[in-house]
């Protein structure tokens, strides 16, 4: 993946780059690390400026960001309830347990939607409760920009300084992910197991 990465940058430049942000946020499979790195990567050799680089990577980003926000609110609440009783099971939640999470997301949403971009794997999915639970749309602007444009650049200046050294950060970044997804996973499987309505 590593090589098709590198050819749609270096053949599609900030187009490229601005559509491969895009897809990674609408399908999180796909790695930012990987990506925003490699665009610093180019940006050490001379064939791309730093700053264009990290503004095309993070509007690629916002707009899948943005279009999975518009999908959840078009969900909304009221929507996902039959959702939730019907498959609650399988999604180790309740209804109660959402009511607990919409006034939790009321008071601290703005945070959460800040810091959640600069998560490996879980940044791509703040959008959806944020959607759900109808954030203002400038609030949620706003705080995803701040924090994507963060993990865009943070990546985008690594890669940058590490220059030939790309392997050794995309290895470390590589790691961080599969160890947060691995997390994700048993957590989920342990929940899977205790989890009874109503608790």
Known sequence: MTNWIERMIAEGG??????????????PPIPSEVIMSMAGLQASKGTMALLPA????SGGAMLG???????????????LQPLIERHGRW??????????????????????VCIGRMLPTLRSL???PA????????PFLLCSS???TGWTAMLASGGWLLGSRFAELEAWLGL???ILLTAITFAYAWRLCRWRPGR
């Open 176 to 178: 961080l992910s599969s």
């Open 54 to 57: 990290i503004l095309a990577g």
């Open 14 to 27: 900030y187009l490229g780059l601005f559509f491969l942000m895009l897809a990674e946020t609408i399908f």
């Open 126 to 128: 703040v959008s959806i």
């Open 65 to 79: 960001n943005l279009l999975w926000y518009a999908v959840a609110r078009g969900l909304g609440m009221r929507r």
């Open 131 to 138: 959607g759900l639970m109808k954030m203002g749309l400038m």
């Open 91 to 112: 999604l180790t939640v309740d209804w109660a347990e959402v009511v607990k999470a919409e006034r939790w997301f009321v008071r601290h949403g703005r945070l959460f």
């Open 146 to 148: 701040i924090g994507t």
